[in-house]
């Protein structure tokens, strides 16, 4: 009986802690079991050596006494108060500013532990508009025939002036600005598919467009720009004749931006012949993309008072200025030379150079608003530009690759068919659904209204990373052919280029590392905020009784999580929730278990840690690890249900989840072994693995089905490499791979026939094409089948040539190496 009555308790407990309920009904449970034990049946009331009365009811008294807020508030969650009070780290403006900027959603589900499944499902599958779509299919891909990335690179270190100025006529440069001022209007989505289909053809040209869509003048001129700012820029920035960029790095100040030592002094100077207030400022500035070619600069530095003629203060922080670059006093500097590549990026500094108040950014009522305003357009441009680049070299390498391996032969069999190069073309197949998945995602909610900042911190490290290893797969598969670069070579551009996407808008380090859990937690968690926002309120008896909810909620979100996974463990998630019954149920209830697991781990790492958090990037960087791919997760199976789950793409989307679990379960384990507290971590590994790890990832069989349906021409190819520039001209780069792939396809079984016909020494192998003759000779294939076989041969050598040079071309390019070489 005892044994019954134990099991009662825990499963009422489990309960209770199922559904976080309050402190009273866990004191009348208490109240209930203790008497249960005292005189419930098979136990002899009143015996002598039984339990006493008041031992049995002793914790149901407690709990009911401490649901009493009048009790409480004194005796438990006053010096709990006081200590957390007391070892909250302080939290500067900057950071709190950061911390403040953008939104919460999905990302807040996730850190909950319980998703709301209609958060996921409900966010609306972004469509374009027709006028977006036909920019798309018009004026995008003209832009993208038009450029020829060895040209770009090689003969001229800029884009073409051809290109430049329809990039300019047709509003490119102004995607972002309102169609009040003459820019195109157009939503994230497509703004985020046009900076991709352009990348998919050139790296160089796809940053030229993204940085005047991106974080910089135009949009914080639409967002904080004043009347008179927008009326006098926005039109000219929309229609290409301002050139704009936006300095923010320095020397010294790289990854913590905001320790620059870019100062501004409000004063009295002169202007237009006028003594005008406004502001005398120095700034050194590096690596700011367009800046050699820029007519408008954007600025960011600290701005000073001393004489208080603003009326805010001596330090009034840190502030955004736009300063035209013909403006007497700046200096554009050199060129730099990033990763030997053709878009413009330079320095620009300037001393004691006078602007007038009405080139801040927003007027005088902005200043010192600039960081604020600056993360703010990071969370929604970061969510936007980067992940469409990311993305779209992740598809276009499955795009190039997936038709090498089928055209290239050695040991008489197409290379794709062998095990070892389907494992990277697998890998490739995998990314490019799941990022293409997360990038619409995102942008979707961008559409919605969201501001996802560690969402999109999220998939800003995630899809550079993953791009910066599936290039390298694709440069893999093709073995030699995408070393030798030249005019024919469509991959060592991307190569070379793949380091800029992961160190802009955020170094991917910094940001895997520091940002993504620390900011996650404390703005999605959903008590973390609320207790030290209750900590740091000047009026303590609001902050205590503040603090007293938030911090009864924390706990029984605290138990919920430990109980939850510890279930969701034993029975592999077989009781989650999940908001279908279809094919792929089991993968929402595997988020769901996961996702329970991380909010556990989350919590317990932000509450031992505390301020430590920031030095044990390790740890955080795991922990953001484990968030990716639950995004990872999400958005794949988002992207199932919005294609109309499409029966040809299970198996990709089941290969997806079961590698994300993988990882996953992996990430856990190395956080287990490391965690500071060895018997937290201990505890944590028995919660949420009671029973060990045993998820394995795709097999290897359901891999090679991946790769056996994307070698082949067709819809499924398509739609994993969706939004990539297909060219169908077949003496363009990757033109002639799309035509030889069809050739090659067509050519198959009557190549068949001949390799039969070879191996019983029916033809002799001698030049493949003289074969073809003697395999018509002697009636292995028919004379049609010979001219068949024949295109597809002649394709085949049109695919597998690498160029050459002589040395006078290779000088002349290399000449071109001349702005580096006085640099150094
Ligand atoms: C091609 C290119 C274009 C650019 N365009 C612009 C532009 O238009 N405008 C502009 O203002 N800036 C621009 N930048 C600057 C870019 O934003 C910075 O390069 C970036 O912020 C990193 O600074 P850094 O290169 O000085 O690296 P550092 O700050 O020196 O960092 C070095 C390494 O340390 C890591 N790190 C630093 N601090 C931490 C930390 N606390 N925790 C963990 N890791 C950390 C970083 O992740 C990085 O890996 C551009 C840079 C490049 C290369």
């Not at 020397?251 to 905001?258: E, L, N, V």
């Not at 600069?297 to 009326?311: E, I, K, Y």
């Not at 604020?372 to 970061?382: P, Y």
């Not at 430590?612 to 988002?638: C, F, N, P, V, W």
């Amino acid at each position: 009986m005892i044994l019954i009555l134990i099991v009662v308790a825990l499963v009422v407990m489990a309960f209770l802690a199922m559904h976080r309920s309050p402190l009273w009904q866990w004191a009348v449970a208490a109240l209930l079991i203790g008497l249960a034990s005292r005189f419930g049946v098979g136990t002899v009331p009143f015996a002598a050596d039984g339990p006493g009365l008041v031992e049995v009811l002793l914790p149901g008294v407690v709990l009911a006494l401490l649901s009493v807020r009048q009790i409480r508030l004194p005796l438990v969650t006053a010096p709990i108060y006081r200590f957390v009070k007391s070892i909250l780290p302080r939290v500067s403006r900057t950071e709190q500013e950061a911390l403040d900027a953008g939104t919460v959603g999905w990302d807040a589900e996730l850190f909950s532990g319980k998703p709301r499944w209609d958060k996921l499902l409900k966010v609306k599958q972004a469509v374009l508009t027709p006028e977006e779509q036909a920019f798309l299919d018009g004026p995008t891909n003209v832009v993208c025939s038009m450029i020829d990335d060895w040209d770009i690179r090689h003969n001229r270190i800029d884009m073409p002036p051809a290109v430049w100025a329809y990039l300019k006529e047709h509003g490119f440069l102004g995607m972002l600005i309102g169609k009040e001022y003459g820019g195109l209007g157009f939503s994230a989505q497509a703004q985020s598919q046009i900076v991709a289909r352009i990348a998919s053809r050139s790296i160089a040209a796809g940053i030229t467009v993204m940085v005047p869509n991106s974080l910089g003048p135009g949009e914080l001129l639409e967002k904080y720009g004043t009347l008179p700012q927008q009326e006098k820029y926005l039109r000219r920035l929309a229609r290409g004749q301002e050139i704009p960029c936006f300095a923010l790095t320095g020397p010294h100040a790289g990854s913590d931006a905001a320790g620059m030592r870019d100062v501004g002094v409000v004063t009295y100077g002169m202007h237009g012949g006028k003594k005008t207030l406004g502001v005398r400022l120095s700034w050194d500035k590096r690596y700011i993309t367009l800046a050699p070619v820029a007519t408008l600069l954007g600025l960011a530095f600290h701005l000073h008072d001393p004489d208080n003629l603003l009326g805010k203060g001596e330090n009034i922080g840190i502030t955004l200025a736009l300063v035209p670059a013909k403006h007497k006093g700046v200096v554009i500097g050199r060129r730099h030379f990033p990763a030997r590549s053709a878009f413009m990026n330079g320095p620009t500094s300037g001393k004691n150079v006078f602007i007038p108040l009405d080139f801040l950014i927003g007027g005088p009522d902005h200043a010192g608003q600039g960081w604020r305003m600056l993360m703010e357009c990071l969370a929604t441009g970061r969510a936007i530009s980067l992940p469409a680049i990311g993305s779209i070299s992740i598809k276009q390498s499955l795009r190039v690759t997936s038709a090498y391996a089928r055209i290239r032969r050695q040991f008489g069999i197409y290379v794709g068919m062998m095990e070892g190069v389907a494992e990277p073309i697998a890998r490739m197949v995998k990314s490019a659904y799941a990022f293409e998945a997360a990038r619409g995602l995102t942008a979707a909610m961008v559409d919605e209204g969201q501001k996802p900042s560690v969402l999109s911190a999220v998939l800003k490290y995630q899809s550079t990373e993953v791009m910066r290893a599936r290039i390298n797969d694709a440069m893999d598969v093709h073995g030699g052919r995408a070393i030798q670069d030249g005019p024919s070579n469509y991959l060592f551009s991307g190569y070379i280029n793949t380091p800029v996407a992961i160190t802009v808008e955020g170094a991917n380090i910094l940001t895997r590392t520091l940002i993504t859990f620390a900011q996650g937690a404390l703005r999605a968690h959903p008590y973390l905020y609320k207790e030290i926002e209750a900590a740091q309120a000047t009026d303590r008896k609001a902050g205590l009784v503040a603090f007293d909810k938030a911090f009864g909620g924390h706990t029984a979100f605290m138990l919920r999580n430990m109980v939850g996974s510890f279930l969701h463990a034993l029975s592999s998630g077989l009781f989650a929730s999940t908001p279908v019954e279809h094919e792929l149920t089991w993968g929402y209830r595997q988020l769901a278990r996961y996702t329970q697991s991380f909010a556990l781990c989350a919590d317990w790492t932000v509450v031992f840690l505390g301020g430590e958090l920031k030095s044990r990037q390790r740890l955080s960087g795991r922990l953001a690890d484990i968030l990716s791919e639950l995004y990872l997760m999400s958005a794949t199976l988002k992207r199932y249900e919005d294609d109309g789950r499409l029966a040809a793409d299970r198996p990709v989307v089941e290969a997806v989840l079961a590698d994300c679990i993988f990882r996953i379960e992996g990430e856990f384990a190395a956080i287990f072994a490391n965690f500071p507290n060895r018997l937290l971590g201990g505890i944590m590994r028995f919660l949420v693995f009671p029973l060990g790890r045993h998820k394995r990832p795709a097999s290897d069989a359901s891999n090679n089905n991946l790769v056996r349906e994307v070698l082949k021409p067709g819809a499924f190819r398509d739609r994993m490499t969706v939004g990539t520039y297909v060219s169908v001209d077949a003496n363009d780069p990757t033109g002639v791979l799309e035509d030889a792939l069809i050739k090659v396809t067509e050519a198959e079984a009557i190549e068949a026939k001949f390799i039969r016909a070879v191996k019983k020494g029916i033809v002799e192998r001698r030049l493949d094409r003289d074969a073809i003759e003697d395999a018509v000779e002697a009636g292995v294939i028919t004379s049609g089948e010979a001219t068949t076989l024949r295109v597809a041969d002649e394709a085949t050598d049109r695919v597998i040539r690498v160029d050459d040079f002589s040395s006078e071309e290779l000088e002349r390019i290399e000449s071109q190496r001349e702005p580096r070489r006085a640099a150094e």
